[in-house]
Nanobody, 125 residues
């Protein structure tokens, strides 16, 4: 059974940084596309970034230039480095996974089959 566990959230001041981790178990990261999503308080969930099996990366406009997604196949873990954080980045952050063909390119609008429980990020002074 594929499981995803997020960690690394917390309280940070505006302009600060956090690195979120998404640990994958029960399946090899090599065969998965991984997406990061977030749900701000009172709002709908939105895509942030995704990492395809072939290494192609996509970002939502809100994340471009500030967030970086990366994967470590040896650790079966995907990271989301978030810099220059703003109060509007406050949200519950989730990672999600889907098994895809090797040539498939992920988007933040793709369908994902497996979801983690989320990690809270709060940006406030």
């Amino acid at each position: 059974q594929l499981q995803l566990v997020e960690s690394g959230g917390g309280l940070v001041q505006p302009g600060g940084s956090l690195r979120l981790s998404c640990a994958v178990s029960g399946f090899t990261l090599n065969y998965l596309a991984i997406g990061w999503f977030r749900q701000p308080p009172g709002k709908e969930r939105e895509g942030v970034s995704c990492l395809s099996r072939n290494g192609v990366i996509n970002y939502a406009d809100s994340a471009k230039g500030r967030f970086t997604i990366s994967g470590d196949n040896a650790k079966n873990t995907v990271y989301l480095q978030m810099n220059s954080l703003k109060p509007e980045d406050t949200a519950l952050y989730y990672c999600a996974a889907v098994s895809t063909p090797s040539s498939s390119i992920c988007t933040v609008f793709s369908h994902y089959d497996y979801w983690g429980q989320g990690t809270q990020v709060t940006v406030s002074s």
